[in-house]
């Protein structure tokens, strides 16, 4: 038995989650959701897979980029658009939760970028007692 790559597991839960979060009437920005989230999003990071230059790309715009190609978004979008007409509201229910995921992705990606900064190394003479 094949097991899938890591970065396609990885979107297959995330987007397990979003159905839930749909099913439930449950926003991404509450745990369970967002906790459930996070993990994800950390297990994506230390596979290196939130770089823009990253074999398998999972930063926000990409992953969110997937899950619409997956769902059908991009082309349901660009027909709504031909045709001068709204999104069926399944489709836009589906935008929404990219939206909420897409931000929740990029606070996450910005705060974890900016760790180092705002939590310099102990100094060594402090961390020793002294």
């Known amino acids: 038995m094949q097991t899938a790559p890591l970065h396609e597991v990885l979107v297959t839960q995330v987007e397990d989650i979003l159905k839930r979060s749909e099913e439930k009437s449950q926003p991404l920005e509450v745990d369970p959701i967002r906790a459930e989230l996070f993990e994800l999003f950390v297990v994506a990071h230390g596979a290196g897979f939130l770089e823009e230059d990253a074999e ?54 910005y705060a974890w970028q900016r760790w180092d900064e705002f939590h310099p190394p102990a100094d060594s003479s402090e961390a020793d007692g002294e």
Request: aromatic share 8%; hydrophobic share 45%.
């Open 56 to 109: 398998h790309d999972l930063t926000a715009d990409e992953l969110c980029k997937i899950l619409a190609t997956r769902w059908g978004l991009d082309q349901a979008a660009q027909s709504s658009v031909a045709r001068q007409e709204k999104l069926d509201s399944d489709h836009l229910v589906k935008m929404r939760l990219l939206w909420s995921l897409l931000r929740l992705w990029m606070e996450w990606t």
